[in-house]
């Protein structure tokens, strides 16, 4: 078995984090954006009795994966969640009573009702795989009292904060299956309470729910790229909306992540990325550079927002231009074998898989790889030198579209010879009887095509003769 260490559970918990916070709060992460009004997209367990208008979320998930045992297996089991937490703002009366207000400001700073999460973890020990483990845990709710008080010190208003409490059930079990363990895992929401709107239903959920899983005594098997000895036991493994993959450092198989979106084994934060922003597939560089734009009243009011928002407007506005430039990423050879796993206390960067040579240009600018040059590279299609200026006739093939298949049979003339990343070719082309031919030429509007998909004309073949040619 290949432990994951305590450094290496904490790599797993910055994964896991991003799981738990996804969707959490959208640019541009102000309380009036229409689309903040409707959150926590991922891993929401409703509550079971929820009236049918408060279009909650199924109160349970569930998930099957392998444990290859080495003697008596247990396995630590991590549920990790957010509990909704109203922040209600007050202001304070003449008569001393406190009136709920959807903002107040104070001492010059807006101060907004909101609804806020509070992170929770409910770890059991380890849980011995020989029978099965049905445990039920309560997380209680609570009320908090923020007073608030102008620049004189006199009071204002105040914030007050509720959660309510969730009761949890998580259930274990495994069933022997071909020389392998065969765990099944259970969370439900049992909240006995019927919840009559939509805000009652999504303050009872729990949100982003994921799983953290630790072997003991055994180690776990890849559903993604299972060992030939276990591919039929794996296709048996049955889950629902909670899939597990294997985390933590790669090479290691003692932890697996079960999340609420489907990840690959092994997940990573882009060492590119300073912080979470929360959005979908996120896009650190146009994210950031679309906080910058916003004026200050904006980022005042993201601030007023949430804690989180409030990191992320100062973390972006204190960006120097070098960090910006980190954003772009780095331009690995996809080819290339990854190095084994640095030994304690390697330097940085040791063991990272080789990147291209870029002569110390950004990835993204043209200099960064001078020798290629689509006007003037050439490829061979069945023995002929096809660069820029031969004609071809096409025949489209591999994943022809459509559009494509209306290409078959007529002659083009190459623009350019490309390669991508993956050291794949690709032929930029313009049809020689299209009238906007160079119209689109100019703008760089090309079609293209794999080589195997063109046939070139014989030397000499000109527009005007080519009909002279076979087809």
Known sequence: MTPVNALGLEHVRTVADAVLYEGYLLYPY????????????????????????????????????????E????????????????????????????????????????????????????????????????????????????????TDGRPAGRIVRRRVPLDVRIRVGATADEGLLRLSLSVANEHPGT???????????????????????????????????????????????????????KGSDDTVLGAPIILYDHPEVAEQSP??????????????????TMTEREKAEARATDPRAREIIERCDSMSPADLQQLHGLLRD?????????????????????????????????AADASVSPGSDAVLIDGVRVSQGSLVRVHPSRRADAQDLFFAGQVARVTAVLSDVDGGTHVALVLV???????????????????????????GTTPENREESPS
């Open 30 to 69: 102000r309380a009036s954006s229409h689309k903040n009004r409707s959150r926590w997209q991922f891993g929401v367990l409703g509550p079971p009795s929820a009236a049918p208008s408060c279009f909650g979320e199924e109160p349970d998930m569930a998930m099957e994966c392998l444990l290859e045992p």
């Open 433 to 459: 009887d299209d009238p906007a031919a160079d119209m689109h030429d100019w703008y760089g509007r090309y079609f293209y095509f794999a080589p195997d998909e063109l046939e070139p004309l014989p030397a």
């Open 195 to 249: 919840a009559g709107s939509k805000d009652d239903a999504i303050r009872s959920s729990l949100i982003g729910a994921h799983l953290i899983l630790r072997a003991h005594g055994g180690r776990f098997v890849s559903l993604l790229d299972p060992p030939a000895h276990a591919a039929a036991a794996a296709a048996r493994c049955r889950q629902r909306r909670c899939w597990p993959v294997l985390a933590g450092a």
């Open 71 to 150: 003697g008596p297996a247990a396995v630590t089991v991590h549920l990790r969640f957010l509990q909704v937490q109203v922040r209600e703002v007050q202001r304070l009366g003449a008569d001393g009573g406190h009136t709920p207000v959807a903002e107040l400001t104070v001492a010059g700073a807006q101060v907004l009702s909101w609804e806020e999460a509070v992170e929770q973890e409910i770890a059991l020990p380890a849980l011995s795989l020989a029978e099965p483990a049905d445990v039920r845990r309560t997380v209680p709710g609570g009320e908090d009292v923020e007073q608030l008080t102008d």
């Open 334 to 366: 996809p080819h290339a074998v990854a190095a084994p796993d640095p030994p304690p206390g390697a330097g940085a960067g040791d063991g990272e898989p080789p990147a291209f040579d870029t002569g110390g240009a950004p990835w993204w600018d043209p």
């Open 275 to 292: 912080g979470a922003l929360f959005d979908s597939t996120e896009i650190d560089e146009i994210l950031t550079l679309r906080v910058m």
